[in-house]
Structure formats: structure tokens, C-alpha cells
């Protein structure tokens, strides 16, 4: 049964007072996704209630699939996709995990499904709060990932990330991320844009698969053999590995396109994000970087002037696009620095934070390298004080001047003294 | 009643598919699709069919076809229908699910009961070969007790899970069984799901050669004798209603019923069953038509 299109009350621009999530909502209701599916699951969930009341109160026509998983959430918007509707989603943590299956299948359809990312840290043990390890997991999958510092560019990025996803030099999903609870629970001024200038910006989706249209009959994802074949009449075929260079090129080939999206935003909205691949604050005459992410580089901010009022020259680069990891922009960006710290609130386990390791790779081969430390901040939602982060600067320096560079993964805020009379601690014995 | 004369010649599956010398799915698949016609969307996860509609860059149907990871094909159906009434055209189109029975009863279970209980208005199409035929002939939830596997090398213990029945427990308009033997059976079921609204599960028991240990040219007649024997009924439950279909009725009378060891040893795959197992068999089918018999006197 088609439900009847309910007059839907066009939004004029207006600040309001919203949480990570209601921004996240709004910016979907305002792109005028066709279809959402989701499942509830902390902190994202307060995205798609507010959905499901835009739609109630009759300000939203997508139609809500409520599924049974988040495995079954991505499955939907992968099919309502391939049918031609535009389509977003929100989850958190195990969610996208359990969504894992569905991720590169999305990107090796290259489909334009944006997911929304509350962060939270991976089980066991259990835990609810905050930190990148579900964002990190999903990094060599075939998304575009960006990761938001406030409110406001939740609602930007949402926006431009359709466009980038949708553009046909691009067609590929993307998922943009922000601090559970941090943001995703924290009320700030949010700008809503009016709609007709939203609808300007991002016209209706034009989609190179459209089930809808069955004059046009497709077999969507058969069996994809390693090898060309010549198919006689029908032509010469792809074999997988040309449909997986092909992603790579798309994912490559982005960088560009995200960059002209968000220029085009900034001019025609006024609000930018650095270049919208990173942030720079600080930087110019600073000889120690640091480099964090989301509610890392958030707190980074803070300190930069504690730092520098001690003499230290230190400035700040936030990323935002974690993927296609921008490696030539920050090797360009970051060549002649001095020292570069990084905090990773996420750890590759058995190797080190994730942000460290890209970054030292994509400086790999310079003449003369900045010294790179990482440190692990703020898993599970740890607080992340500024006597941590300034600690960490510190202890870079003197690890730079003495040359003693620990090679040991550093975290920075551990209680592992207060535990000693805890029983059963023998794993915290250990690990000191 | 349908008869072979309303049946369209129009094919919707081109010649030459993958499928086994001898293989029921793709006969029940060339009828359902003459019953669905051209507006129709399939999607099918992992499974034989897979085979059957072959390489990239061709489809094997003159329909539409999403293929999708094996434990979502509930769920993409709901995708489809929902992109659809997003655009308005879910009236206009067929949305058809077409999955093995390990896609259904086991991997796939949770998505379909999902996608029936939210009422979601596609078919739902169990083809039921008995094991992962696709992946070399392992049990499955749907395999029946006793038979060979190659993870059940000495016949499987358990039962063979009633899907028919977990489906009717969802309360959805309807769900029907059927068997590649009679096809025009299955042409009626499948003409009949396709005006109904809602969520319509029809389970299909698709005798396979090289599974079940049979020669490829028996296909019909071991699927005749499942239901002759009595072992799988045909029959319709339409708004709860219970309407045990025309090829199944005479068997209401046990009389008329051939002994389950006609079926049983016909194929391979039961060479081990024992005089206690196959008394079971007996035992199972006197208490499936009593059930039926009583269901009928209530409605």
C-alpha cells in the first residue's frame, strides 16, 4: 500500500539547540532520504526516535524500515539503494560491526548510503562510552569516513557527504562519525538551513542502479569471476579485480571531490572545515603538531595556548576525512615540522594507534622525517584531561632530546597504581 | 483451476542456465516466474540459483535480479519494497524473495521473520533441496532425519525444522506448500500470492539428483512420490484458512497413501536408515495427516 505523501513543512533557516543526534536527524530529514532502516542501539539511537516522530508528525516522507538488526538495517538500505532511493542510516559500535558483512558489499556496489557513527568503545568488556575503535575497524572496507568535532558540522558534513557520495566520479557509501555522548548526547547552537537553498545544493538523486525501472533489467552482483571474459556479442567483462581497481580509483579520485563539495558548501552556507579534508588551528609558525581526531582534537584545542604559554610552539590538525586517508596533502602539510604528536582514542591491539601508524607511513621516505609519538588516550570513554594531553607533548620532547624512544604503546591517563589491591588483578600485574 | 492451456508459453529464463542435469529448482523457477510475468524484482541470496543465473555480465532472467549476502534476503526484500513505495510503484511490482532452505530455515531466518512481522507485501520463495547443495551437499535445518550428508556421513540426527508452520505462526495472509512435481500446483500458489497484500511464504520441496542420490531423469517422480506417500502434503493456509490442495487430497484417506519406503529407498542419501528410523517415518506421517485431518474438521 503506498502511504499518501504527507505535506511536508519546509524547514527556513533557523538556530536551534540540538544534540549530535537531532542534528544528525534533521540533516536527514533535509536531504530527503526515501528510506531509513535502523535498529535502536546506545548512544545512536535518539537519531532514528527523532525520525520516526518527523515522519509521525508528517515533516518527513521517508519510509522507516524498523528491522530485526543492524546486519538486516544495512541489508535494506543496500537493496532500497540498488532500487534508486536516496538512503541513510545511524548506528554505534557493535552495530556497525554486526553491519560489517554489509560494508564492502555497499562499496563494491557503490552505493550513496551515508551512516551516521555515534562512536562507542567494543565489548568485552561492556561498555557505552566513547572511543574511535568501531570507526577504525571498518577502514579498509571501500567507505569515505569522516569524523565531527561539534554539532553543527555533524549537520554539514551529513549534507555534503550525499553529494560527494552521490556524485557519479565518486558513487560510494559513506559514513560520518562523531563522539558518543560527547556530542552525540550534548546540546549546542545548530544552524538549519532553509530548505529550498538545502534542495538547491543537493538536487534529487540520479542513480546508476535503479531496480525500479524494470524496462531495465539487471543482475546486480552474480558471481564475478578473477578473469576478463569475453562474452561474444554481450562484449568483454570484468573480472573482480578490475571492479576492485576501479573502488580503489573512485576512493582516490574523492579526495578532489570532497574538497570541491565542501568549498561549495562554505561559499554558499558560509561555514568551512579547513579544506574538509583537515583542520588546522595553530599552525603556521608551530614546530610541534599535534595530530588527533573528534573529541581528541577537541580537547586539543584547549591546550594549545597551556602549551604555548610554557614557550612551546605547539598548533593542532584535526582530521576529518579518515578514508580515503589524505596521505599526500598531510606529507605536503606536515614535511617540515619538527615534531608531530599524535593521539589515537583507538588502538590497532597489537600494534599501536591507528592515526600514529598512517601518519608515519604516509611521511615514510622524507629526507629528513619529523619525529612522530603516539600515545592512546581515552578508550571506553576515559576522560581525556589536559594534564594528559600536555604529558604527552612533553614526554615526546624528551624522548626527541634523548633519543631513548620508547617502543612499548604509551597510554596516557591509565589508574593501574590504585589497582593494586584489587583481587584477581593478576592481568593489570601483568601488564605493568 | 488452472490447467497446462493458461499456462504462457512466454519463458523468463533464458536457455543454457548452471543449473544440474535434472535439477527441480530451475523447473520452479520457470513456473513461478510465468506466474509473477515481467514486473517482477527477485532477490536471492547464496544458493543454487545463484549458480543457475550464472556470470557477471549477463542475467539469465528477462527480470530483474539483486543478489545478497546469505543471511539478508528478507531483509533486502523489505529494501526493495520500501524503495518502491518511496517512489510509489510497490503496487505495480512483484517483489520476490528466492532462497534455498539453508538460506531460509537457518541463516536466513531471522531477516525473514523480520520482514513478515513488520508485514512487509513480497513472496517469500523456499526452495527446499534439504541440505547446502550449492556448497557440496551439507545438512542443513531442513534435511530430514536419517539422511546422508557430507557432515552427517552416518544420517542426520534431529529433525527437519517446519517452516510452513513457523511462518503461519506469524500470523501473515498466506503460506503455501508446493513440490516441483506438479508445477501447475505451483503456478496456481504463485498466481494467487502475487494479488494478495502482505507477506506470502510459499515452501517448495525441490527433489535434487546429486544431493539425494538419484538419477537425474527421476527428478518428477521422486517428488510425486513424496507426495504420494504422504511424507509432503500440498495445501494453502489463505487468512488462516486451511485448504489442503487438489494433488494431496485423496491422501487424506491413509489407504491411498504408497509406503514410505518407496520414497525412502529411491534415494541414496537414506541407505542407512534403520527399521526403527523408517517406523518413524511412519510414525510421523500417521500424526501429520491426523493433524491435518482435525485442522480441516475445524475450519
Keep these: 500500500m503506498t502511504l499518501i505523501n504527507n505535506v511536508v513543512e519546509e524547514t527556513k533557516k533557523e538556530s536551534r539547540i540540538l544534540t549530535g543526534n537531532y542534528a544528525a536527524a534533521h540533516a536527514l530529514r533535509q536531504v530527503k532520504v526515501g528510506v531509513v532502516a535502523a535498529y535502536p542501539i546506545t548512544p545512536q539511537s535518539p537519531v532514528v526516535e527523532k525520525i520516526a516522530e518527523f515522519i509521525n508528525d508528517g515533516k518527513m516522507n521517508a519510509r522507516f524500515v524498523k528491522v530485526e538488526s543492524e546486519h538486516s538495517a544495512l541489508a535494506v538500505c543496500v537493496a532500497a539503494s540498488a532500487t534508486g532511493s536516496r538512503v541513510g542510516t545511524a548506528t554505534s559500535s557493535h552495530g556497525l560491526e554486526l553491519m560489517y558483512e554489509m560494508l564492502p558489499w555497499t562499496a563494491g556496489n557503490r552505493l550513496p548510503i551515508i551512516i551516521n557513527l555515534a562512536t562507542r568503545s567494543l565489548g568485552a568488556p561492556w561498555s557505552v562510552w566513547t572511543d574511535h575503535s568501531d570507526f577504525i575497524t571498518i577502514r579498509d572496507v571501500g567507505w569515505i569516513q569522516f569524523m565531527c568535532e561539534d554539532n553543527q558540522e555533524i549537520y554539514d558534513t551529513n549534507i555534503q557527504a550525499f553529494k560527494i557520495a552521490e556524485d557519479r566520479r565518486v558513487n560510494l557509501p559513506a559514513i560520518v562519525a562523531y563522539d558518543g555522548y560527547i556530542l552525540s548526547h550534548t546540546m549546542m547552537p545548530v544552524m538549519l538551513e532553509d530548505q529550498k537553498e538545502v534542495d538547491k545544493f543537493l538536487p534529487p538523486l540520479k542513480h546508476h542502479i535503479n531496480l525500479s525501472d524494470v524496462s531495465q533489467v539487471k543482475g546486480i552482483d552474480p558471481v564475478t569471476t578473477p578473469h576478463i571474459r569475453d562474452r561474444g556479442s554481450e562484449g568483454i567483462v570484468p573480472g573482480y579485480f578490475e571492479y576492485r581497481y576501479a573502488l580503489q580509483k573512485a576512493l582516490e579520485n574523492s579526495i578532489e571531490i570532497i574538497q570541491e563539495v565542501h568549498d561549495d558548501f562554505a561559499n554558499k552556507f558560509g561555514r568551512s572545515y579547513g579544506n574538509g579534508l583537515f583542520k588546522k588551528v595553530e599552525f603556521d609558525d608551530a614546530d610541534i603538531i599535534i595530530l588527533a581526531m573528534g573529541s581528541v582534537a577537541s580537547q586539543s584545542r584547549v591546550v594549545l595556548k597551556k602549551l604555548r604559554e610554557k614557550g612551546l610552539k605547539v598548533g593542532l590538525v584535526s582530521l576529518k576525512l579518515f578514508r580515503p586517508y589524505p596521505a599526500k596533502l598531510l606529507r605536503e602539510l606536515l614535511k617540515d615540522k619538527k615534531t608531530i604528536v599524535v593521539f589515537d582514542r583507538d588502538i590497532g591491539y597489537g600494534y599501536e594507534g591507528v592515526l600514529c601508524y598512517e601518519l608515519k607511513s604516509a611521511l615514510y621516505g622524507l629526507k629528513e622525517n619529523p619525529f612522530i609519538k603516539g600515545f592512546i588516550v581515552g578508550l571506553g570513554g576515559r576522560d581525556i584531561t589536559n594534564e594528559q594531553l600536555i604529558e604527552g607533548v612533553t614526554r615526546a620532547l624528551d624522548q626527541e632530546k634523548t633519543g631513548e624512544i620508547s617502543q612499548t604503546t604509551e597510554f596516557l591517563g591509565l589508574k593501574l597504581k590504585e589497582l593494586s589491591d584489587y583481587d584477581e588483578a593478576t592481568f593489570f600485574k601483568e601488564a605493568k | ?299
Design chain 2, 1 to 299: 483451476m488452472v490447467n497446462i492451456m493458461d499456462i504462457p508459453e512466454e519463458e523468463y529464463i533464458y536457455p543454457g542456465t548452471r543449473a544440474c542435469a535434472g535439477c527441480s529448482m530451475a523447473l520452479i523457477y520457470r513456473i513461478a516466474l510465468k506466474a509473477l510475468g515481467p514486473k517482477t524484482i527477485i532477490t536471492v541470496p547464496a544458493s543454487c540459483l545463484t549458480v543457475l543465473h550464472g556470470m557477471q555480465g549477463f542475467c539469465t532472467t528477462k527480470v530483474s535480479v539483486l543478489h545478497t549476502p546469505f543471511a539478508t534476503t528478507g531483509a533486502s526484500a523489505s529494501g526493495i519494497v520500501a524503495s518502491l513505495e518511496d517512489k510509489g510503484l510497490d503496487q505495480d511490482i512483484n517483489v520476490v524473495a528466492f532462497a534455498g532452505d539453508g538460506g531460509t530455515v537457518d541463516i536466513g531466518i531471522q531477516s525473514l521473520s523480520g520482514a513478515v512481522e513488520r508485514g512487509t507485501n513480497f513472496i517469500y520463495a523456499c526452495y527446499d533441496n534439504e541440505a547446502y547443495m550449492n556448497t557440496g551437499v551439507q545438512r542443513s535445518g531442513s534435511t530430514p532425519p536419517g539422511a546422508f550428508s557430507t557432515t552427517t556421513p552416518g544420517g542426520k540426527i534431529g529433525s527437519k525444522k517446519n517452516m510452513p508452520k513457523i511462518m503461519e505462526a506469524h500470523g501473515i495472509p498466506y503460506v503455501a506448500t508446493a513440490i516441483a512435481s506438479y508445477p501447475l500446483d505451483i503456478y496456481e500458489k504463485f498466481s494467487r500470492a502475487k494479488n494478495i497484500y502482505g507477506p506470502k511464504y510459499i515452501h517448495i520441496l525441490a527433489p535434487c539428483p546429486p544431493g539425494w542420490g538419484y538419477l537425474p531423469r527421476r527428478s518428477i517422480e521422486i517428488g510425486r512420490l513424496a507426495v504420494q506417500t504422504g511424507f509432503w502434503p500440498l495445501y494453502e493456509v489463505f487468512e488462516g484458512k486451511f485448504t489442503l490442495s487438489r494433488d494431496s487430497k485423496k491422501f487424506l484417506d491413509s489407504s491411498k497413501r504408497k509406503p514410505i519406503e518407496e520414497y525412502v529407498k529411491a534415494q541414496k542419501r537414506f541407505n542407512s536408515l534403520s527399521q526403527e528410523q523408517i517406523d518413524n517415518y511412519k510414525a510421523y506421517i500417521t500424526d501429520l495427516w491426523a493433524g491435518i485431518e482435525s485442522r480441516i474438521k475445524e475450519d
